[in-house]
């Protein structure tokens, strides 16, 4: 299989060069494995290895030999491996020395020392559209940071085409599979998440038939705001089902310890008038093609059904902004008032620096964006915070340009870091 460059690899280097031994942490398949040979000069698969149990009850540090950058790969299938790679780090008093991948957070229980000041952390992600090669990159967020505006770009993108890189995803080892195979190997992710993973990940049984109920109920309302008790009364209206806010909340925190669900946080900013700031997180897959396979959709039925293609496209760029806000030192964030007002993503750099975005699959809601984002601007207490750099709209058609407001007008097919 082609290895294909990611955006991280800059933040791997650096961190290598920092620290004595980095983490790599992301979801299943999402290619940490792949990426972390690009730097490793031995390699130590420690879920696969049926060794590895008998040599950690002799001598632990003999799987800490080896050329250097070492990879641990799976490093949480031996949690104990952590405290030795930080006594390690500690005793060689040099940097690069270990790189940990892993697809799931040790349970809780396990007793794991901090890694403060030995450990650096890189978060990865399903691919984006400017690693696969589907984004020029032409709208880059570094620029809309510094305030540039955009020249005008064309590049061809229908719905169709984009709907269909929906459902496929970003996962590496599907990029140049069929668009059947793909679905069908999707599919096969969600029951392996909700027959096996789920209950493996702190060895507590769950029942897999309520794990799909619930993945079912966050893909229907993927991208909005919706609490544990919107997602308790969605089960019991769509799925005749009773799933318990206990139990819901035990399931999602196994599901982000699996690094499969992911909340987006509200931006914390100061605003001139007296409407209250909503708090609550939007929340997505780890990628949008996961809600697809969790309903069992296919092309077909999402483009019958435009108005949740949207959604879908919101999520979908919110997962690409997160990985090119990262690239830039910065987070992503929504925003929400107590009028309804909202912004579907703000990125914010350490420094201060920000832009906002609207995200619309179609040209026809263009100007609504527009107007969202000029009334965001106008309630925003700039005696507290920076102007924004940039207002702008993420559009699902081939052009990007600068509107006679200022306002950027980017094709996904143009986003990139």
């Given at each position: ?130 690693e696969m090669g589907y ?244 309630v925003i207490d700039y ?35």
């Open positions: 299989m082609n290895y294909y460059s990611r955006v991280i690899e800059k933040e791997i280097e650096r961190k290598l060069n920092a620290s004595g031994a980095v983490l790599i942490k992301g979801p299943k398949s999402c290619g940490k494995t792949e990426t972390a040979k690009q730097f490793a000069k031995s390699i130590l698969l420690v879920d696969r290895d049926e060794q590895i149990p008998v040599i950690m009850q002799i001598d632990p540090k003999i799987l800490l030999s080896g050329a250097t950058p070492r990879l641990l790969d799976e490093w949480q299938e031996q949690p104990k491996l952590w405290n030795y790679v930080r006594h390690e780090v500690d005793d060689r008093k040099e940097k690069g020395q270990f790189v940990l991948t892993g697809s799931a957070n040790p349970d809780e229980n396990v007793k794991l020392h901090s890694g403060a000041g030995r450990f650096t952390v890189v978060e990865m992600q399903t691919m984006s559209w400017q984004s020029s990159g032409h709208g880059s967020i570094e620029q809309l940071l510094k305030g540039n505006t955009i020249s005008f770009y064309n590049t061809e993108l229908t719905l169709e085409l984009i709907i269909e890189r929906m459902i496929k995803g970003g996962w590496p080892a599907l990029l140049n599979m069929s668009l059947e195979d793909a679905i069908l190997l999707n599919r096969a992710y969600i029951d392996l998440l909700a027959d096996i993973d789920m209950s493996r990940v702190s060895a507590v049984k769950r029942d897999p038939q309520k794990v799909r109920t619930l993945l079912r109920s966050i893909a229907r309302n993927v991208a909005t705001l919706v609490d544990n008790t919107t997602l308790e009364k969605d089960i019991k209206k769509v799925e005749d089902a009773d799933l318990s806010r206990p139990t819901i909340i035990d399931y999602l925190d196994a599901l982000s310890r699996l690094m499969i669900f992911e909340e987006q946080p509200a931006f914390n900013t100061h605003i001139r008038s007296a409407n209250s700031l909503r708090k609550s997180a939007k929340r997505h897959f780890c990628d949008v093609s996961l809600a697809v396979a969790a309903l069992k959709l296919n092309k077909e039925a999402l483009m019958n059904d435009l108005k949740y293609c949207g959604f879908l496209f919101e999520s979908l760029v919110y997962h690409d902004l997160k990985m090119y806000a990262r690239a830039n030192d910065a987070e992503i964030s929504h925003y929400r008032d107590s009028t309804g007002l909202e912004i579907d993503a703000v990125v914010q750099q350490s420094g201060g620096a920000w832009a906002a975005f609207e995200v619309k699959l179609g040209i026809g809601m263009h100007d609504e964006a527009a107007k969202n984002l000029l009334k965001f601007n106008s005696t507290k915070i920076s102007k924004p750099s940039s207002l702008n709209i993420i559009t699902g058609t081939g052009m990007s340009y600068t509107r006679p407001d200022g306002i950027n007008v980017i094709s996904v097919a143009s986003l990139g870091k």
